[in-house]
């Protein structure tokens, strides 16, 4: 896998699972926070339709 350090590496997410990205994002995922206090439900879309292509 392809990682620049202990991030998880986005490029090897699924494509077609915005709802998990989601989930995982706002409201965080293993060892990563969640982000939904920061990011707007807008923002998070706008992010993974940017991670996707
Ligand atoms: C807004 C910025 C970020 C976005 C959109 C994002 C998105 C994601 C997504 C979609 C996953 C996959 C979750 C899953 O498997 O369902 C993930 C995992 C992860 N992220 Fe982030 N992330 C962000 C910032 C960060 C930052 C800043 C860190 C480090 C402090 C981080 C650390 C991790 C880790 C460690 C995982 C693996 C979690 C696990 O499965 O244990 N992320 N991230």
């Known amino acids: ?5 202990t991030t998880y ?3 090897l997410f699924p494509k077609n699972d915005r709802v998990r ?3 995982s994002v706002i409201n965080g995922k293993g060892s ?3 982000w939904g206090n920061k990011l ?4 998070v879309n706008n992010i993974y339709e940017y991670v996707i292509h």
């Open 21 to 23: 990205f989601n989930d």
């Open 9 to 11: 590496d986005l490029r």
């Open 40 to 43: 707007t439900v807008e923002e």
């Open 1 to 5: 896998m392809k990682t620049s350090g």
């Open 32 to 34: 990563m926070p969640a």
